[in-house]
């Protein structure tokens, strides 16, 4: 076992844990078994999902809080201009 980890660069692999690993995968699981496990994954991939949701909403926000800026940026710009611009015609 040590001979493969080093030849793939595994250095820090347990080679005791693999083989605990591999043994535990040679005996038949009961129903329970496989149903908890199922639930496992379908947890791990919804907390996956949330995850990348919240992702994609900060990303969403900041693309609209910097909407948002820019059209007040030029509104404001708008705003003064047009009231510099009838101020000096007065």
Same mark, same amino acid.
Request: aromatic share 4%.
């Given at each position: 076992?040590?001979?493969?980890?080093?030849?793939?660069?595994l250095?820090? !692999?347990?080679?005791?844990?693999? @083989?605990?690993?591999?043994?535990?995968?040679?005996?038949p699981?009961?129903?329970?078994?496989?149903?908890?496990?199922?639930?496992?994954? @379908?947890?791990?991939?919804?907390?996956?999902?949330?995850?990348?949701d919240?992702?994609?909403?900060?990303?969403? @926000?900041?693309? +609209?809080?910097?909407?948002?800026?820019?059209?007040y940026?030029?509104?404001?710009?708008? !705003?003064?201009s047009?009231?510099?611009?009838?101020?000096? +015609?007065?």
């Open positions: 076992m040590g001979e493969i980890t080093e030849d793939f660069g250095d820090n !692999v347990d080679p005791v844990g693999i @083989t605990e690993v591999l043994e535990s995968h040679s005996q699981l009961s129903n329970e078994e496989l149903y908890d496990l199922a639930q496992q994954v @379908t947890e791990q991939q919804k907390e996956d999902e949330d995850e990348e919240r992702g994609t909403k900060a990303m969403q @926000t900041k693309g +609209l809080t910097d909407d948002l800026s820019a059209i940026m030029a509104a404001e710009s708008y !705003v003064i047009t009231l510099t611009g009838k101020a000096a +015609l007065q």
